[in-house]
């Protein structure tokens, strides 16, 4: 398995333009999401999905949206990027948090964005 | 809402014992974990804890868990180079889809 993986790992942009962060994992797992890491404030959830089709906003949704059309993939889309968007960007994803167990999330490389 | 805390950073002596200390807040988490971010790298589990638990040993890693302080620490036996690093605290209600993040520790470890 190759886990979670996310592209690009490195990305700048200028204020206004859009891009999609790319995340997709191989493990079958029903729940995927995004974090944004930023220095002292450790991880904060964007957006997240508990199946295809079922997305949700998490505690930082804004300027930020997400689709889940398959299982496998949670692209991020920066609709009009600004310079508080430069951050690191992380893609998790679980079998089910619904589960009851510890349900382990497995994070992607991330994906480091500048925006100038 | 839940509020995770941890100390920014650590230094330790090679060899010594590494202990990171973290609080949360919310009295349903269920889960507490301890993640590990390598320089340039995502977030790797070390370890968790069930709340009915007070520790869980895993070769050099001890977790203690003080739940009426609701106080979470990690400490790493014979800390070597390999373990310098930043180090997550998280916590996870019952059946709650969101892991809640503190701050992060950064760990050097010094020869």
């Known amino acids: 398995n190759a886990g979670v993986t996310q592209t690009p790992k490195f990305q700048v942009l200028k204020t206004g333009q859009s891009m999609t962060l790319q995340c997709a994992q191989d493990m079958n797992h029903e729940y995927m999401s995004w974090y944004r890491q930023d220095p002292g404030m450790g991880l904060r959830l964007i957006h997240y999905?508990?199946?295809?089709?079922?997305?949700d906003q998490g505690e930082v949704p804004n300027g930020y949206n997400v689709s889940r059309s398959t299982t496998e993939d949670f692209p991020l889309r920066l609709l009009s990027a600004a310079p508080s968007q430069t951050s690191v960007y992380f893609c998790a994803s679980s079998y089910s948090q619904l589960a009851g167990g510890p349900d382990t999330q497995y994070f992607g490389p991330g994906t480091r964005l500048t925006v100038l | 809402g839940e509020d995770v805390e941890q100390s920014l950073f650590l230094s330790v002596r090679e060899g010594d014992s590494s202990v990171i200390n973290c609080t949360y807040t919310?009295?349903?988490?269920?889960?507490l974990y301890w993640y590990k971010q390598e320089p340039g790298a995502g977030l790797q589990l070390l370890t968790y804890i069930f709340s009915n638990m007070d520790m869980k040993q895993d070769q050099r890693l001890t977790v203690l868990l003080n739940k009426k302080d609701k106080h979470l620490s990690l400490r790493i036996a014979d800390t070597q180079t390999g373990d310098s690093a930043i180090y997550f605290c998280a916590e996870r209600a019952f059946r709650d889809y969101k892991l809640s993040f503190g701050a992060g520790t950064t760990v050097t470890v010094r020869a």
């Open positions: 919310d009295s349903s988490s269920t889960y």
């Open positions: 999905s508990v199946g295809a089709g079922i997305t």
